[in-house]
């Protein structure tokens, strides 16, 4: 199956194949929407993953379904309008969504699709903040370790795997990703949370170094990427 994946910025993505389109956590920038089915991911409320301008594409698409996280409250479940929490299952057609938890706010979700799983972690990352005590550090390890061995327990193979690697964190920025690539393995893994930092994926592909998992080189925004799995 030939699968194209834009960047848009930040957190947001398509990705599209020649029957489908999804959009992972769009909050800003041009998009390009397709004549054809459409699934319109948001993994959690925080402005920089969610927009309620994603509502004004209903009118120019018949077939959207929205899959929203249940923090974004003020929305109920309509006939487009999905919710849910952490560790549900929903069935759109011939489309799983598995969601699982966040160690911040939301959900992150595993999306199956004929014979491609995908991973999008949301705000989901093993959050090292330089300025944190070593108690509040062992904390957030900890919690980023137990959901990805939940994760893990799913035991489905991540095709595809939509990251947080955030500069913010200074040294730490790689360690989410480096955890991740250790225990789901995913064939393919896009970095993203990190705004306008765009030399952010060279940076870990180098310290990376040579692995199975291919790290997909975001280098500006808009970038489009052909991928045959």
Do not use: C
């Amino acid at each position: 199956m030939n699968i194209r994946v834009k960047h848009i910025y930040h957190s947001g993505f398509t990705l599209e194949t020649d029957d489908i389109m999804m959009v992972f956590d769009y909050y800003t920038g041009d998009i390009d929407l397709k004549d054809k089915r459409t699934l319109v991911f948001a993994s959690h409320g925080h402005a920089d993953h969610y927009t309620e301008d994603i509502f004004k594409w209903r009118g120019k698409r018949e077939d959207i379904s929205y899959i929203l996280s249940s923090d974004i409250a003020h929305f109920s479940k309509s006939n487009d309008i999905h919710i849910m929490k952490p560790y549900e299952s929903l069935k759109l057609k011939d489309i799983k969504v598995q969601s699982f938890g966040s160690t911040d706010q939301g959900l992150s979700m595993i999306i199956s699709y004929k014979d491609i799983n995908i991973f999008f972690a949301g705000d989901l990352n093993w959050w090292h903040w330089p300025n944190d005590s070593l108690e509040e550090q062992k904390d957030e390890e900890r919690q980023f370790k137990d959901e990805i061995a939940k994760i893990k327990r799913a035991n489905v193979d991540i095709d595809l795997a939509f990251f947080p690697v955030d500069p913010r964190l200074g040294d730490g920025f790689s360690l989410g990703g480096e955890h991740i690539i250790e225990e789901l393995e995913p064939r393919y893994l896009f970095p993203m949370h990190f705004g306008d930092k765009y030399e952010t994926s060279r940076n870990f592909i180098n310290k990376m170094g040579d692995l199975d998992t291919y790290i997909v080189d975001i280098d500006e925004r808009y970038k489009e990427f052909d991928i045959e799995l």
